[in-house]
C-alpha cells in the first residue's frame, strides 16, 4: 500500500493557498507512479491513502508523540497515518482487485461539544450502474466493488473511490468531550479510549460497500435505481427480497426489530461458525402474571456464556435509589444481599460498569443477573472484561425492565414468586433469524444510515459492522470471528 | 483540455486548491455559483467549471464546510455506464456522546445533520439510534 501525500487543502481553514505548480504536478505524478507500479502485481488488492490534510495538521501535525503499542509515529500525524496504513493493510490483505483502490483521508475538525463528538465518517464517493461486467444491471454498486468487477477504473484520474474523515480535535480541547482521545496503537488495548484501527476498519467496510444507497428513512432508490445492496435485503416476515418491495413497504421493514435478514449465501453458511446459540429469558411462576413469556437479551462479554452456564431461579431486584431504582454500583447492602441470595439479581444500567455491578451481586450470592436498559430501544450487548465473575449475565430492554418490575412488587424479603431462566435457544443463533440468516439492524424508530445498513446489535460474537464499535473486536475481517468479508462476497468483491 | 469523464477527474486536485485561493478571505464560506473557478489542468488558466467539475466541487466542498450534499446527478460515462457522485451524501458518521452517567454511547449514522442532532441531544441516547456502552 503506497502513501500518496495530496495537499488538496482539505483542512478546514488551512487552504494551503500557495501551493506551486511544481508542488501540484510532483502529487499527481505520485499519485499515478504508484497506480502503476501495483497493476498486474500481487492478487491481493491496493489501497492507496490520499493524505488529503494541509501541512501541519492532521496526519501531518507535528505535535511530538511517543510510540504506542506497537506504532512507532513520533509525531501525532505519523501515528494517524500508520493507523490508517495499518487498517487499510488489513482489507487490502483480503481483497483482490486489479484497480487500487483510493482512499481520500483527512483528519479534520469535526462537530464535537463537551459530552460528544463525531469521530469520524466514511462511505463510497461515487456509485455506478451499468456497466461493463455489471452482475446486475439498473443497479448501483460502489465505484471500488465496480472496478474491481470490471477490471477498470471508474473514477476520474485522482479522484478517491473512498473518502473518510475523522476528527483532529477528539479529546485533545476542552469543547471536544476532554479525555476522550482515539488510541493510536495497533495492539487493541485501547482500553477507555476509542480503538482508532478498529474505526477505521469499520468506516473503510462502508467505503468499499457495506452500505445501502436507497434512502433507508423513505424507502426511495438512488436516482430510480436499486443498490446491490438492496438485493441481499429480505424481509424474513413475507419471504419479499427489498427491491421488489414498494417504498412504503422497505420502510417498513427497515423499522421491523428482527424484520430483515442478510439473505446472501456468503454470509448464511458462515453464521454457524461465527454466532453463538441465541440466549434467552424466560420468565415465569405463580406470580409471574402478565410478564410470563420468553424476553430477548443482550449478552456479557464477561462471565460464563449462558449456553455453558444456564441458570434458573427467583428473580429479585436490588433496589438503593430514592425512585427504587437498583444500580448495584457499591457493594450490596444486608437487605438486598438477602434479596438476591441463591436468585437471579434484577438490577439497573447505569452509573458504573456492568462488571462493577457484576461482581456486586455476585459477592452478595446471587446466581446470575439481569441488566434492565435505562434508555430506549432495543436489546444490546454488555462489554467488559472481569476473569473473577462466575455468574452468567444477559440485559433487557427498559421496557420489559418495566414490564418485570411490576410483576416483582409483590414480594417478601427474598421470594418474589417470579422465576427467571437463562439459557440458551436450542434453534436460533444470537443474530440470526429461524433460517440462520443474518438479522440487520433494524430498530423500531429508523436510524438514518445506522437501520439496515449494519449488523444487528444481538449477535454474539460482537461484529465488526454492528452499529457501534465494541471493545472486545479483534482485528479479523472473516470467519470464525467476523461476517463482514463474507458480506462484501456476496456483493461481488 | 480533454472534456470525457474520466479525464476530468486530473483537474479536480487543482481545482479545489484554485478554490482555496480564491476563497481565501472566507474560508468557510461555501462555494457560490459564478465565484467559483477551476484551474485548467493543461493550460493553467483560471476559468469557470463545467458543469461536471462544479457537481464534483460542490460535493467535495460539502464534505468540509457541512453544507448540505448537493443532490447527486446521474452522468453518463465513456464506456456507457452511468455514474454519480455521492460526495458527502455517501458518508457513514460515527458519534460518541457521554451520558450523564459518564458511560459512552456509539452511534453510527447517516449524514452530518443526523450526527449533528445527536450531539445536540440532552438526552444519554437518541431514541432508535443504537446505543452500546464503550466498557
Redesign the interface.
Known amino acids: 500500500m503506497t502513501i500518496i501525500e495530496r495537499h488538496a487543502g482539505f483542512a478546514a481553514g488551512a487552504c494551503p493557498g500557495r501551493l506551486g505548480h511544481l508542488a501540484r504536478i510532483a502529487a499527481i505524478a505520485l499519485l499515478a507512479v504508484a497506480a502503476f507500479a501495483t497493476i498486474g502485481g500481487a492478487r491481493a488488492a491496493t489501497i492507496h491513502i490520499i493524505n488529503e490534510n494541509a501541512p501541519g495538521v492532521g496526519f501531518n501535525d507535528p505535535t511530538p508523540a511517543l510510540p504506542v503499542g506497537g506504532n512507532p509515529g513520533t509525531t501525532l500525524g505519523e501515528q494517524r497515518l500508520h493507523a490508517f496504513r495499518f487498517a487499510a493493510d488489513v482489507w487490502a490483505s483480503h481483497l483482490v482487485s486489479t484497480v487500487p483502490i483510493r482512499i481520500g483521508a483527512a483528519f479534520l475538525p469535526l462537530d464535537c461539544n463537551a459530552s460528544g463528538a463525531v469521530l469520524g465518517a466514511a462511505g463510497a464517493y461515487q456509485v455506478v450502474a451499468n456497466f461493463p461486467a455489471a452482475p446486475i444491471n439498473g443497479t448501483w454498486y460502489p465505484t471500488a466493488l465496480a472496478g474491481k468487477l470490471a477490471g477498470v477504473d471508474f473514477a476520474a484520474p485522482g479522484d478517491p473511490h473512498i473518502i473518510a474523515r475523522f476528527n483532529s480535535r477528539l479529546g485533545l480541547f476542552a469543547d471536544c468531550v476532554p479525555g476522550l482521545t482515539f488510541y493510536l496503537g495497533l495492539d487493541r488495548k485501547a482500553g477507555s479510549q476509542i480503538d482508532l484501527v478498529a474505526t477505521l476498519l469499520h468506516e473503510i467496510a462502508h467505503g468499499l460497500g457495506f452500505q445501502t444507497f436507497t434512502d433507508d428513512g423513505t424507502g426511495a432508490f438512488l436516482l430510480g435505481r436499486p443498490s446491490i445492496w438492496d438485493f441481499n435485503l429480505v424481509d424474513n416476515r413475507r419471504e419479499r427480497l427489498w427491491v421488489m418491495m414498494t417504498e412504503t413497504e422497505r420502510v417498513a421493514s427497515a423499522t421491523t426489530w428482527r424484520g430483515l435478514s442478510w439473505n446472501g449465501w456468503h454470509v448464511t453458511r458462515s453464521t454457524p461458525s461465527v454466532l453463538s446459540p441465541a440466549s434467552v429469558l424466560t420468565i415465569g411462576g405463580e406470580n409471574a402474571g402478565a410478564a410470563a413469556g420468553e424476553y430477548a437479551v443482550g449478552d456479557a462479554s464477561f462471565g460464563p456464556a449462558i449456553r455453558n452456564a444456564p441458570v434458573s431461579a427467583q428473580l429479585m431486584p436490588v433496589v438503593d435509589q430514592l425512585n427504587g431504582n437498583g444500580l448495584a454500583c457499591s457493594p450490596l447492602s444486608a437487605t438486598n444481599a438477602l434479596a438476591v441470595r441463591g436468585n437471579i439479581a434484577l438490577v439497573d444500567r447505569g452509573s458504573c460498569d456492568y462488571v462493577v455491578k457484576a461482581r456486586n451481586v455476585q459477592a452478595a450470592g446471587a446466581l446470575g443477573m439481569i441488566v434492565a436498559d435505562s434508555a430506549a430501544g432495543e436489546v444490546a450487548g454488555m462489554p467488559g472484561l472481569d476473569a473473577s465473575i462466575a455468574i452468567p449475565s444477559a440485559r433487557i430492554t427498559r421496557a420489559d425492565g418495566w414490564a418485570l418490575k411490576l410483576a416483582l412488587q409483590n414480594r417478601s424479603f427474598n421470594r418474589s414468586g417470579v422465576v427467571a431462566r437463562l439459557q440458551s435457544d436450542p434453534v436460533r443463533l444470537a443474530g440470526t433469524d429461524a433460517r440462520r440468516r443474518m438479522l440487520m439492524y433494524t430498530p423500531g424508530v429508523n436510524a438514518p444510515g445506522s437501520s439496515v445498513s449494519h449488523f444487528t446489535t444481538e449477535a454474539t460474537r460482537n461484529l465488526l459492522m454492528e452499529p457501534s464499535i465494541n471493545s472486545d473486536l479483534r482485528y479479523v475481517l472473516m470467519p470464525p470471528r467476523d461476517l463482514t468479508l463474507p458480506l462484501l462476497w456476496d456483493l461481488g468483491w | 483540455m480533454r472534456t470525457t ?6 483537474t ?3 481545482a ?2 484554485a ?3 480564491v ?2 478571505a472566507a ?2 464560506a461555501p462555494a457560490a455559483q459564478g465565484l467559483t473557478v477551476v484551474r485548467d489542468a493543461e493550460t ?1 488558466e483560471l476559468r469557470a467549471p463545467t458543469a461536471t467539475e462544479l457537481r ?1 466541487l460542490r460535493a467535495s466542498a460539502a ?4 453544507e448540505a450534499p448537493a443532490q ?1 446527478q ?1 452522468v453518463t ?1 465513456t ?9 458527502e451524501r ?10 450523564a ?12 445533520h ?3 442532532r ?2 445536540d441531544q440532552s ?13
Open positions: 469523464l474520466s479525464s476530468f477527474a486530473p479536480l486536485a487543482t479545489l486548491m478554490l482555496c485561493g476563497a481565501s474560508p468557510q493553467g464534483a464534505t468540509t464546510t457541512g447527486p446521474a460515462g464506456r456507457g455506464e452511468s455514474s454519480a457522485v455521492l460526495g455517501g458518508l457513514v458518521y460515527g458519534v460518541v456522546k457521554r451520558g452517567d459518564g458511560k459512552l454511547d456509539h452511534h453510527c449514522v447517516d449524514g452530518a443526523t450526527a449533528a445527536i450531539l438526552a444519554p441516547a437518541a431514541q432508535g439510534a443504537s446505543r452500546h456502552d464503550h466498557h
